[in-house]
């Protein structure tokens, strides 16, 4: 095999900072290799990213040592362009690399720049656009595309100049579970039909761990994994440094202390049988909650359109309940967001809450949209806080900043914190203003492992003290962890509402409604035991006798 | 039609889309010359005129023109409305008093207040050449994708990032409108009063910091991304396209007409200042009156 990326001690320093962000990393990719990049938020992914495709030195001059070379070229000897052309990347938010109107001259972008003939950039632009299965809409508006079609023409632009190596940053930490699938079989099929290289940043390892064999881990700017990536989950188990966020059934494998780390389902189930003997019965638990939120026939329909973003939509959210609201892309779960936050008015239907008009106890609820850094707008954590909020006194402040593990970020400036902790400011000015719902949408995208832990771990605290949470998620192991209850929505109709271990169990429903099985439900099924949704049931089912482990 | 959709140049007239950014542009230039050369309200307002007639027959969508005209209100209401109070020069007519030089306390601290012929006439003049800029501005970044005149800009040998950077102005005016609207969005759910939740104004203020740390981020990706695709690669053939020969007759046309019209009121002026050659008097009486 041909070394296609080859680099060697290479270290980065920012300007005006005295700490190193890339530490001697050395890495070999070979050609036609996919691979996995992991590793907590600020732990130097882009910044290596970055370094691969030249782009350092375009960023501020920081201090560069070491070696990059491409096809054993080295790198430092080709301008950002030339790189560019051996190098294609597709970073986090497709939108924000989009540069033209219309999705034929984006593609057509860089051969334009080529100083390519128009007969030849349109024929490559139809060829590539139907690679990527975007065929047919060259004149189609970039702003009238969907988010997973965005991440394909981001794609599509970068693959017309037939790169070698492809970098992709995040690529499908805003998409579906279905989108997720179909996005890496397109890659999968680019590295098996064209050989392109291809290199992946991304934080949900569990759902991309069966299409790369490599996973390289990073933490504090240094390489500290680089091996298949089946044997990382032996190797990197328990260890929080790259914040990896490996598959359920590894985690079950670490938790019940088993021989095997595999996300492999048949060598785990041998294991588990091997070493535990397991319950027949499942025992559930009905909590009796007076009802908080009360959702009376509610339709609504957009101005512009004919038919019915939400249809007759009728549900409960108890003290004290957490509830996911569950869904493809455009099942009408923002637009139900938007209405019990009080941001679009009622037109059909009525919103009770605590037995009232919601628009009367409106400030009672708060809502952590997609995007928390819209919502920073002072200049510490502290101020974050208190902002417009004088009925907080500042021990509960101090309290807050510790449960939200910001107390020494507190005279920070929010901006410039990490990805993880600027969610976490924004939940904590929610939290400090005491809301009886909670709504949150997509709260855990694009989070590190630990990050995620810290966010369940402060969800999970609010509602045991008597607040409700109300939030949308394409996360199946994230409700199916916290979720007491699931609704799914679908062209704007509930199709489903009961508790998270019953509509879980639901294979068909959940394909359906484009969710994934959660993987605990299809290894409990291999057991034989009574379907578990999430580790904490699989483990009271199985722990309940132990062979010849005490 | 979204807030977004109302600052995106896909929905105009399709001659308008793909006339050729140069043109487009010297017909913004030309437009910016003339504003700033001719002092005649009437013609100011001719231009004006012509420049919303533009829009109607580039097809600009009724929700644009709405607000165009709210913008142009509002522009040429405030700039008659403040030289009206406030024109200092001579000579000057009060049209009517607001404040009585004999009025006690107000009247002897502001030694009256009276809207001024002149003032208005000012402030007419001086709203028509912005609202005359603003129409034409739009029309040229509701109709034109920022490719276009980034060809244009790079074409007339300007230099690649500064090229990039005039039009990537463009490229995020519908993103930055769209955002702006979210981050207002986000600023009422941060606040914890019913009133405060159903705000916009109150937000206003708070609303720069969200959006330039946004706006920066998302300009730090899009410039990686060009970079990487090619843009500033030094290729003298690049963008080599063919300028329509029509459309380069209206354009040199245009300029020379501007430059005729700039000529003439050049002589006017240094008629003023002495340098007065009797065989133009025509140009000096046609310059008085129209100009």
């Given at each position: 095999m041909n070394k296609m990326l080859k680099i060697e001690n290479l270290s980065y320093r920012y300007r005006g900072?005295?700490?190193?962000?890339?530490?001697n990393i050395n890495l070999n990719i070979e050609t036609g290799e996919m691979v996995l990049l992991a590793g907590r938020s600020g732990c130097g992914k882009s910044t290596l990213l970055k370094a691969i495709s030249g782009l350092l030195g375009t960023t501020g001059s920081g201090t560069l040592e070491g070696e990059i070379f491409l096809q054993s070229e080295a790198a430092t000897s080709k301008s950002p362009e030339e790189i560019g052309l051996l190098v294609g990347t597709v970073y986090q938010t497709p939108e924000d690399q989009l540069f033209a109107m219309t999705v034929g001259d984006e593609v057509g972008f860089a051969l334009e720049n080529q100083g390519l003939p128009m007969e030849i950039i349109k024929k490559e632009v139809t060829e590539v656009l139907f690679k990527v299965g975007l065929e047919g809409l060259e004149e189609r508006s970039i702003h009238a595309l969907s988010g997973g079609q965005r991440q394909r023409l981001a794609l599509a632009s970068v693959l017309i100049t037939k790169p070698k190596l492809l970098i992709l940053d995040e690529p499908v930490s805003q998409m579906n579970p279905t989108g997720v699938k179909d996005f890496l079989n397109l890659l999968k099929e680019l590295n098996e039909n064209d050989g392109i290289t291809i290199l992946v940043v991304e934080h949900r390892v569990n759902e991309l761990a069966s299409y790369f064999p490599r996973l390289v881990g990073m933490s504090k700017g240094e390489i500290v994994y680089d091996d298949a990536i089946s044997k990382a989950w032996e190797t990197?188990?328990?260890?929080?440094?790259?914040g990896l966020r490996e598959p359920q059934v590894v985690t079950l494998c670490r938790e019940l202390d088993l021989p095997v780390y595999s996300p492999d389902m048949d060598l785990v189930t041998t294991a588990i049988k091997t070493n535990y003997t397991c319950d027949a019965t499942n025992s559930q638990q009905n909590i009796e909650r007076e009802v908080l939120l009360k959702c009376e026939k509610i339709s609504y329909k957009y101005d512009s359109s004919k038919t019915y973003a939400l249809d007759n939509i009728d549900f409960n959210v108890k003290k004290g309940e957490i509830v996911a609201l569950m869904g493809y892309n455009g099942a009408g779960k923002s637009t139900l967001m938007n209405l019990l936050a009080g941001l679009t008015e009622t037109k059909e239907g009525t919103l009770f809450l605590n037995n009232e008009a919601l628009t009367r106890n409106i400030h009672k609820v708060g809502y952590l949209r997609q995007e928390p850094d819209l919502m920073l707008l002072a200049d510490t954590v502290n101020e974050e806080l208190t902002w417009n909020n004088d009925a907080v006194s500042d021990d509960f402040i101090d309290d807050l900043l510790k449960r939200l593990k910001l107390y020494d970020e507190r005279t920070d400036f929010p901006l410039a914190l990490s990805k993880g902790q600027r969610l976490r400011t924004v939940l904590g000015a929610m939290l400090a203003r005491k809301p009886e719902l909670l709504l949150l949408d997509e709260?855990?995208?694009?989070?590190d492992r630990n990050s995620l832990e810290e966010i369940i771990g402060l969800i999970l605290g609010y509602a045991a003290s008597g607040g409700s949470v109300f939030f949308c998620t394409h996360d199946v192991e994230l409700a199916g962890n916290i979720a007491d209850r699931v609704i799914i929505l679908k062209d704007g109709k509930i199709i489903a509402d009961d508790a998270a271990n019953t509509i879980f169990k639901n294979k068909e429903l959940l394909i359906d409604s484009g969710l994934t099985i959660p993987p605990m439900v299809l290894l409990t099924e291999k057991l034989g035991i009574p379907s578990c949704i999430n580790i904490k049931e699989v483990k009271a089912s199985v722990g309940t006798s132990i062979v010849g482990r005490q | 039609m979204s807030v977004r959709q109302l600052w995106e140049?896909?929905?105009?007239a399709k001659w308008l889309k793909e006339l050729d950014g140069k043109t487009k542009l010297i017909v913004l230039f030309s437009f910016a010359i003339l504003t700033i050369v001719i002092d005649n309200p009437r013609t100011l307002f001719i231009l004006f005129t012509a420049s919303i007639g533009l829009h109607l027959v580039g097809k600009t969508s009724l929700q644009k023109l709405q607000v165009l005209a709210l913008l142009l209100l509002l522009g040429l209401w405030g700039s008659m409305f403040s030289q009206a109070l406030f024109f200092s020069q001579t000579p000057r007519t009060p049209?009517?008093?607001?404040?009585?030089?004999?009025?006690p306390i107000l009247g002897t601290i502001t030694e009256g207040l009276f809207v001024y012929k002149e003032g208005l006439i000012y402030g007419a003049v001086q709203g028509l050449r912005s609202a005359t800029m603003l129409s034409i501005g739009l029309l040229v970044c509701w109709s034109s994708d920022p490719r276009q005149l980034l060809k244009a800009l790079v074409s007339w040998k300007m230099i690649p990032q500064v090229a990039f950077m005039l039009v990537t102005a463009i490229r995020f005016l519908p993103v930055l409108v769209a955002e702006a609207s979210e981050v207002l969005v986000a600023l009422r759910l941060r606040s914890n009063t019913k009133i405060g939740r159903n705000s916009i104004i109150r937000h206003l203020p708070y609303i720069a910091k969200p959006l330039l740390a946004r706006c920066l981020r998302r300009a730090q990706t899009l410039a990686l991304s060009v970079v990487s695709r090619g843009f500033?690669?030094?290729?003298?053939?690049?963008?080599?396209y063919k300028w329509s020969n029509t459309e380069k007759i209206f354009s040199w046309t245009l300029i020379l007409l501007v430059v005729l019209i700039s000529s003439f009121k050049l002589v006017y002026i240094a008629s003023e200042y002495g340098f007065y050659y009797g065989d133009l008097r025509i140009i000096y009486d046609w310059t008085k009156i129209y100009l």
């Open positions: 900072r005295d700490e190193w962000t890339l530490k990197l188990s328990g260890t929080r440094d790259i709260p855990t995208t694009g989070q | 140049g896909s929905d105009s049209l009517f008093t607001i404040i009585s030089p004999g009025l500033f690669l030094d290729n003298s053939s690049k963008y080599g």
